[in-house]
């Protein structure tokens, strides 16, 4: 294993959870799976570019044919992408043949469990290809329970009675909070009453 795979594998471990903790068949699938020789460029590492990297030629000028060095750049966009596993949208750079692919595979989880090791060849897709497969895993040890439809119906009634009183609690609180607001403004208006009599009063025993 080269250098560049070693550090790769031990940011793997580091921040999908450690050595201990992931199976053992993955992380030797991990190990024999790394690109050994491969040279990545550095911002690839922080997102998905499926096998896109920068690409290096020659401009040649029309009148001379002169031939000078240049480069290809993938074309990178910022995406947000939701994954059901981790129920959340994960805010990534991605190339839009990634984005392809993506949708080819039907969302990025498809496309990271599909995508063998050897071919994801960044830091960021093997981390989250890692994550996904020791999630689906622990999936997979849980055991489910299944209801009967009579059960489901009572679930799913206590779960509408439970907003539909969520609904009636916060019209009340509007309710009573409009009141209060009427009794303020009412109060209001009555202390300005009382105040004007007041005044006038007081005019009038002046004028006696």
Avoid at 63 to 72: A, I, Q, V
Avoid at 88 to 116: M, Q, S
Wanted: charged share 35%; proline share 3%; hydrophobic share 35%.
């Amino acid at each position: 294993m080269s250098f560049r795979a070693q550090e790769m594998y031990k940011k793997v471990v580091r921040r999908v959870g450690g050595e201990g903790k992931l199976p053992a068949e993955l992380m030797d699938s991990v190990k024999n799976m790394l690109p050994n020789s491969k040279v990545v460029m550095g911002r690839a590492k922080r997102g998905i570019f499926a096998g896109r990297h920068i690409q290096f030629g020659n401009k040649v000028s029309e009148d001379g044919g002169n031939k000078s060095r240049r480069t290809w750049k993938p074309n990178v966009q910022g995406k947000r992408l939701f994954s059901y596993i981790h129920d959340r949208h994960i805010r990534v750079k991605v190339t839009t043949h990634a984005l392809r692919c993506i949708d080819k595979a039907g969302g990025i989880d498809e496309y990271l469990l599909k995508t063998p090791y050897h071919k994801m060849d960044t830091e960021m897709g093997i981390v989250w290809k890692a994550k996904i497969e020791k999630m689906y895993s622990e999936l997979a040890d849980m055991e489910v329970g299944f209801f009967p439809p009579e059960e489901e119906a009572k679930i799913e009634q206590g779960f509408d009675d439970v907003r539909a009183a969520k609904r009636n609690f916060r019209k009340e609180a509007r309710r009573a909070l409009a009141k209060q607001r009427q009794l303020e403004a009412g109060n209001a208006g009555d202390d300005q009453q009382i105040e004007v009599a007041d005044s006038k009063e007081e005019v009038s025993d002046a004028a006696a």
